[in-house]
C-alpha cells in the first residue's frame, strides 16, 4: 500500500493486494463522501472531475483498459454530481424521474455504492436509493496487476490526476 499526504488536495490511497481479493463476476463498490466547494483562487466556481475510488491495473499496453471502475464526482461550485465510470461505457450519470441529473450539495454527506452482478447488470445508488442502472463486462483485474485507489485517478500514461476535494469515509469493496 502507498499513501501520499504531501498536501491535502493530493492525499490518495493505492492498494495492489485487494484486486487479488477479486474472486467472482460479482461485486460491490463505494463510500461516503463530503465534497468540498470547487473554486478558484479568487473564489469564483470552478468545474472538477475527482476520483473518489477506482479499480485499474498497472499493465500498460495500448491493448489493456486502464480504468475498469470508477466512482467520480464532477463538482461546479457548491453543487456537483457522483457517477460511474469504465472504460466500456464510459459515464453513467444518475438521472431523477424527469430526466434532469441529480445532483449533490458540496460540504454534505452522501453515500454513493455500485454494485454489478455476474450477468453484467449495474446499479448505482446514491443515498441507498437505486439511482441508475447499466451494463458492463468489465471487472476488476484478476492477474495481479490490478490497483484499487482512493482519492485519485489515472490519466494517459498512469500519470496520477483527479485528486479529490473534500473528504471520504467507511470506504468498501465486497464480493458478491
Known amino acids: 500500500m502507498r499513501c501520499s499526504d504531501r498536501y491535502m488536495q493530493k492525499d490518495y490511497v493505492m492498494d495492489h493486494e485487494v484486486s487479488k481479493l477479486v474472486t467472482s463476476d460479482a461485486y460491490s463498490f463505494g463510500a461516503w463522501i463530503k465534497p468540498m466547494p470547487v473554486v478558484t483562487s479568487t473564489g469564483a466556481a470552478a468545474t472538477k472531475v475527482m476520483t473518489i475510488a477506482a479499480f485499474g491495473t498497472s499493465i500498460m499496453n495500448k ?3 486502464m480504468n475498469l471502475g470508477v466512482i ?3 463538482g461546479t461550485g457548491p453543487k456537483g454530481e457522483a457517477y460511474y465510470y469504465d472504460e466500456n461505457i464510459l ?3 444518475p438521472k431523477y424521474a424527469s430526466g434532469k441529473f441529480m445532483e449533490l450539495s458540496a460540504g454534505e454527506w452522501a453515500h454513493v455504492f455500485v454494485t454489478i452482478d455476474a450477468d453484467n447488470n449495474g446499479v448505482f445508488y446514491v443515498n441507498a436509493q437505486p439511482v441508475q442502472t447499466f451494463t458492463t463486462a468489465l471487472r476488476p483485474d484478476k492477474t495481479g496487476s490490478g490497483l484499487f485507489t482512493v482519492g ?4 494517459d500514461n498512469y500519470v496520477p490526476k483527479e485528486f479529490n476535494l473534500g473528504m471520504r469515509s467507511t470506504v468498501k469493496f465486497v464480493m458478491l
Not at 152 to 155: A, L, Q, R, V
Open 63 to 65: 491493448e489493456t483498459k
Open 72 to 74: 467520480q464526482y464532477k
Open 91 to 93: 459515464d453513467v450519470k
Open 152 to 155: 485519485m485517478g489515472y490519466g
